[in-house]
């Protein structure tokens, strides 16, 4: 079993930046892959960015070049920079351990509003 606990949301005008974090216990030793989820109002959720356990990362296309994950042990980390009202969205975390062919676990979500 893998905990997840999110934190860094918040309220900031477009062109702001925030940082997320999530912070991961329990079976830490199992984690593959790391990521971050959003889903706003009446849309499906999308995949923003994951990190492999080697270092490898995977970005959404309308996030590359403006958001950056990274990983610390156990904590994963998604710095958003020149952020623009259609990022608001509760972000969430998620990991997929060792073995598994999708994500697992899941944190409770921090909101994202970006005002204009």
Not at 75 to 90: C, F, G, I
Not at 91 to 112: H, I, K, N, P, S
């Amino acid at each position: 079993q893998v905990q997840l606990v999110e934190s860094g949301g918040g309220l900031v005008q477009a062109g702001g930046s925030l940082r997320l974090s999530c912070v991961a216990s329990g079976s830490i030793f199992s984690i593959n892959v790391m990521g971050w989820y959003r889903q706003a109002p009446g849309k499906q959720r999308e995949l923003v960015a994951s990190i492999a356990s080697g270092g490898s990362t995977n970005y959404a296309g309308s996030v590359k070049g403006r958001f950056t994950i990274s990983r610390d042990s156990a904590t994963v980390y998604l710095q958003m920079n020149s952020l623009k009202p259609e990022d608001t969205a509760v972000y969430l975390c998620t990991v997929a351990v060792r073995g598994a062919t999708t994500f697992g676990y899941w944190g409770q979500g921090t909101q994202v509003t970006v005002s204009s």
